[in-house]
């Protein structure tokens, strides 16, 4: 399967591996958007949010708790970070393997494209 993040997960492209065990890995974005900025991916390829199966949940949820961990171990877990899933186009996926972003080590605007909107939401 052509997936960049199953590539990352078989050693085949290299990447900064900050978290992983059995089910999810985790790596820093090339990209950052925060002082830390990390994507916590599964091990099983998914494609998008709504490619989540009833036995994916408790994936999805390690997933979550992984976040915590991370957050815990960089040591911003209790001033704060944000998560975020994208889906699709609209939501700005560019990769289609699900990935939870992590982005934390600085106080966070919200809502986070407010200074780009041209128009009034409604
Ligand atoms: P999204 O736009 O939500 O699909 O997020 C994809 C993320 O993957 C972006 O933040 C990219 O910067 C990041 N990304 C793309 N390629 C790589 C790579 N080879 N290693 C680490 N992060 C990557
Ligand atoms: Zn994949």
Redo the contacts with the bound molecule.
Sequence with gaps: MDC?FCK?INKE?P?DIIYEDDHVIA?????PQAPTHA?IIPRKHISTLNDIKDEDTALVGHMIQTAGKIAKQLGFDETGYRTVF?CNEHG????YHI?L?ILGGKPLGWPPYQETLKTPIN
């Design positions: 960049l990352i492209i990447a790596f820093n974005d090339i990209n994507l994208n700005g996926q560019t990769v990935h972003h």
